[in-house]
């Protein structure tokens, strides 16, 4: 069965929620989902998905622990495994997560009463008391999650061990797989997150996730998203964020060896003093497929005295093409606003391609604002720097895409996890 029909007999198949609030929004988003249809998904990378033979994954989500051994960067970490978009209780160190935490699986809290996952579940899709679709993978996704998280911190809470959310994928057969997670950081608390996609199998995924981030008044988040361990992966990534007054919000999105990806990043300032810091590193190797990565972010500012900055770059090889998109909406009235976009680009092979589309709408006046693109080749007066030093055409060559990159890779707060980037680079640039 293709994609396209697979999904189609899921909507109309749908079991019900006992949750009527849960049951309310599910059904909204299948209709605007039958009214739009595949229209937005044709316009993208995965108009060609759309006929491939896909089912739902495997219920067995067993895996070898040799494995797992392998995919936490420190075993002191707060650890959360889905495996094919369910999560697993059993290979999960919960144990480091204090008592006053509270966390659930999505899965049990669809068929309860759960008063607590009802307050933010898509909260952030409410405008002025209007329920709105920003794209119809989310209506999707809505629709038809398997499972995901309600991670709430409380106020005044310093959760100094990162929390890994490591999805893997490993189903038998190329799979379709939803899930959804809501992460809520209390008052004055801090809080990182590592997210992961992994694929330990030989077929195609169509990975559809939608996560919902509240950061409160004087908290902290830095989401670190790693997207380069799923070859056959069709990865549509929905992040959506709540910001209050003095609140920073950090996201640093790492993509490379992956068939195709969307990263979509929607941010609105809902209170004065708040900031905002998007990083985005994409790197793909040589390949006789086309792969394409689309990062779309839309920041809207609804108070003064906020700051927004992102910062993007992408090195593409030969059939790679990058789309960035962004956008920054003001509203009127507003002072002391500084924005700024960023994306830089090199391009290795003379098949790779970018698009590049940085816009600003604003109707005040005391902003300031700035945005700028570069789209190049390797500057050979570098390489040539390095060759009168001794060293040979290839290495140079690597020095100069790692000088590129370090840009943004310095910027990450986590030293287990700046290396293991660092490392990477080092072993796959050819």
Partial sequence: ???????????????????????????????????????????????SVLNYDFDLPNINNDIEYSILKKLSFNNKFISLY?????????????????KYI?????????????????????????????????????????????????LKIPKNTNLKIPIE??????????????????????????LKIIERHISTSKNYIFSNVFTEIFSKDQSKIELFKLENEVRKTYLIDNTFIKQSSNSVCKVFTFSSNIRNIINNIN????????????????????????????????????????????????????????????????????????????????????????????EFQTASSQVKCSHGTNIGKLDKKTIFFFRTRGIEKNKSIKLAILMFANELIKLVNLNILKNNIRDYFKKNIR
């Fill in 267 to 358: 941010c609105v300032q809902v209170g004065t003093d708040t900031q905002s810091f998007f990083n985005g590193l994409s790197f793909f190797k040589k390949s006789n497929k086309i792969r394409k990565i689309y990062n779309n972010i839309f920041i809207k500012s609804l108070f003064s005295n906020s700051v927004s900055l992102q910062n993007y770059k992408g090195i593409f090889s030969k059939n790679s093409y990058g789309i960035f998109k962004s956008k920054i909406k003001i509203k009127e009235n507003l002072s002391n606003i500084k924005s700024k976009q960023i994306n830089s680009n090199l391009l290795l092979s003379n098949s790779s391609k970018v698009l590049s589309r940085p």
């Fill in 102 to 150: 509270k966390f659930y699986s999505l899965n049990n809290c669809f068929f309860n009463q759960n008063k607590k996952i009802t307050k933010y579940f898509c909260n952030t899709l409410f405008y002025k008391d209007n329920f709105v679709f920003p794209n119809s993978f989310i209506a999707i996704n809505i629709s038809l999650t398997h499972d995901g998280i309600f």
């Fill in 1 to 47: 069965m293709t994609l396209k029909e697979k999904i189609l007999l899921l909507l109309k198949n749908k079991e019900k929620s006992p949750n009527k609030y849960l049951e309310s929004i599910i059904n909204k988003s299948i209709v605007f989902f039958n009214k739009i249809g595949f229209t937005e998904l044709k316009k993208t990378c995965f108009k």
């Fill in 82 to 98: 889905f495996i094919n978009g369910l999560f697993n209780s059993k290979l999960s160190n919960l144990c480091q997560l204090k």
């Fill in 165 to 190: 959310i490591i999805n893997i994928y490993s189903p038998k057969k190329s799979s379709i797989i939803n899930f959804k997670n809501i992460i809520v950081v209390g008052k004055n608390s801090n």
